[in-house]
Nanobody
Framework: QARLVESGGGLVQAGGSLRLSCAASGNIFSINTMGWYRQAPGKQRDLVAAITSGGSTNSADSVKGRFTISRDNVKNTVYLQMNSLKPEDTAVYYC???????????????WGQGTQVTVSS
């Protein structure tokens, strides 16, 4: 089995910064896309940003110019640098990765447990 463990959430004032990390571990042969989603109370879970194994990225319009996604393929870790945070960024942030395990020909989607980000005004 593979698992994703997130860290780096917390409480920050508007205009501040946070850096989220998500490390994949366990039975991993390869990882293609890794990404971050967020879910605010009463709302659906939405994509924040994603990055392929080759480094191509895409992000939601609402975070363009403020959030940067990156990854370390050696460490199987994806990062989300969040700058100029706004109260509307408050949500639980979930890490997501498509992982192929040793002995399998399929990529499966894994989710982290979520980390709370709260931005005060």
């Amino acid at each position: 089995q593979a698992r994703l463990v997130e860290s780096g959430g917390g409480l920050v004032q508007a205009g501040g910064s946070l850096r989220l990390s998500c490390a994949a571990s366990g039975n991993i042969f390869s990882i293609n896309t890794m990404g971050w989603y967020r879910q605010a109370p009463g709302k659906q879970r939405d994509l924040v940003a994603a990055i392929t194994s080759g480094g191509s990225t895409n992000s939601a319009d609402s975070v363009k110019g403020r959030f940067t996604i990156s990854r370390d393929n050696v460490k199987n870790t994806v990062y989300l640098q969040m700058n100029s945070l706004k109260p509307e960024d408050t949500a639980v942030y979930y890490c997501n990765a498509n992982i192929r395990q040793w002995g399998s020909q399929w990529f499966l989607t894994y989710w982290g447990q979520g980390t709370q980000v709260t931005v005060s005004s």
